[in-house]
């Protein structure tokens, strides 16, 4: 019975870091239902409900306020994506477009619950969570107050603290994207919006030289409405050459692949 009832799900490895052992969610779901059996069953948002099952898992196992937070951000990205299929008729389909709306409703359901039980959590991912979703000041109090620990010795809480100081000090909110940059292995999936708020921070900065080094990172790794045309208008007008730029942005971009980039 349970064997069918995540089918189209990704059979992703999952592998704890303290001998655990190595599970898919396909295992996952055949072994503990109560794990995915309130999500949708069909193929719509497949990714976004692997990450929730695997985080579920890892949580039994070993859980940990990072993963919380991260589970949180989970059910946002769920939301939104199963949101959109729910809202898709399907004539012949009434039953799943109304599982759909059951991942919908336990997407809702879960965030509320999660946040009310993180709610004073001295923990910077949560209290950041806590500050930037439901602007709480004594949330952005705690978490201003690990600047500089250990604890923010993560690239997501480097691009935290940008996202509060870019207001009104970008050359540090950008010393800190560096620092968040720096913090990435090889291999990790960079967080691609850090390429997009560095060409923006320098366009203001009117650095357009670095302005159109960044942006022609971010567009190697995938963002694709960055306009270089204009920054390069500027450049030109400037005397200056685009070529010598991207030499050195592909040397950056080679730096971050390898997990070995430090802030120029």
């Known amino acids: 019975m349970h064997r069918a009832l995540f089918p189209l799900l990704l059979v992703l490895p999952l592998t704890a870091c303290d001998g655990m052992g190595t599970k898919t969610v396909k295992e996952i779901c055949e072994q503990q239902p109560q794990m995915c059996s309130d999500l949708n069953p ?14 579920r898992f890892m949580q039994s196992q070993a859980p940990t306020d990072r993963r919380t937070y991260e589970q949180l951000l ?21 039953e799943r477009k109304s599982d759909r709306v059951k991942g919908l409703l336990t997407a809702e359901r879960e965030l509320k619950r999660l946040a009310r039980e993180t709610q004073g959590v001295d923990s910077p991912h949560l209290l950041y969570y806590h500050w930037s979703r439901f602007q709480n000041e004594e949330a952005l109090r705690g978490f201003l107050a690990y600047e500089n620990t250990a604890q923010m010795e993560y690239p997501e809480m480097q691009v935290a603290l ?10 540090k909110a950008i010393n800190l994207l560096y620092r968040a940059l720096e913090l990435y292995q090889e291999d990790e999936t960079i967080d691609i919006e850090i390429f997009r708020s560095l060409t923006s921070l320098f ?3 009117e650095q357009f030289d670095w302005a159109y080094l960044w942006g022609y990172v971010g567009r190697d790794f995938g963002i694709e409405d960055l306009n270089l045309t204009s920054i390069e208008v500027i450049l030109h007008q400037q005397s200056k050459q685009a070529g ?12 971050l692949k390898d997990g070995r980039f430090e802030a120029p």
Do not use: G, T, V
């Not at 990205?77 to 959109?84: D, E, G, S, V």
């Not at 940008?162 to 050359?171: G, H, L, N, T, W």
């Not at 010598?244 to 730096?255: G, L, S």
């Open 74 to 94: 989970n059910f946002e990205a769920y939301k939104k994506c199963i949101a959109k299929a729910s809202q898709i008729e399907h004539i012949k389909l009434k």
């Open 203 to 205: 366009m203001k900065e």
């Open 244 to 255: 010598p730029i991207e030499d050195k942005a592909e040397n950056i971009i080679d730096q």
């Open 42 to 55: 069909d193929s719509w948002c497949r990714a976004e409900k692997a990450l929730i099952i695997k985080n």
């Open 162 to 171: 940008a996202s509060y100081y870019i207001k009104f000090d970008r050359i």
